[in-house]
């Protein structure tokens, strides 16, 4: 080889491929529009599994209030047939008219995210409304 040859660095080669790739490319081309596409759904894609996320991160939370409260508030105490009242067995167990309510309460919010969540995996036509709308 000559000492006067010229030799492009790697890097200004690298560099013009790179600008030869981009040149190749148009706006409305092949490449860009799938990877555009991809990078659109990707990011839907993303958003749905957050909201359903949170719609169970919700409900669990949800359950776990409802499985503490959803027991008689009201407990009365009878004699037995001896005539006595035995204090650690009660004869009667009743709602109050608060605790029914607020176990209704969260009973439509359980259910309110089931159908939400059932709606969402609809293979026929999947709908997030209700799911992006939950508080």
Do not use: W
Request: aromatic residues 4%; charged residues 35%.
């Amino acid at each position: 080889m000559s000492k006067n040859k010229v030799t492009v660095p790697a890097l200004v080669e690298l560099r013009n491929d790179v600008k030869d790739e981009i040149n190749t490319l148009s706006a409305g081309g092949g490449e860009v529009r799938s990877r555009l596409v991809k990078q659109l759904a990707e990011q839907e894609i993303s958003k749905r599994v957050t909201s359903l996320t949170n719609a169970l991160t919700k409900r669990e939370e949800l359950q776990k209030e409802f499985d503490k409260i959803n027991r008689p508030d009201i407990q009365s105490y009878g004699a037995g047939k001896d005539g006595r009242v035995d204090s650690k067995k009660p004869t009667n167990e009743s709602y109050s008219q608060k605790r029914a309510q607020e176990i209704s309460k969260l009973r439509d919010q359980l259910d309110k995210i089931d159908t939400a969540v059932a709606e969402a995996f609809d293979s026929k036509s999947p709908n997030f409304d209700k799911l992006n709308n939950l508080k």
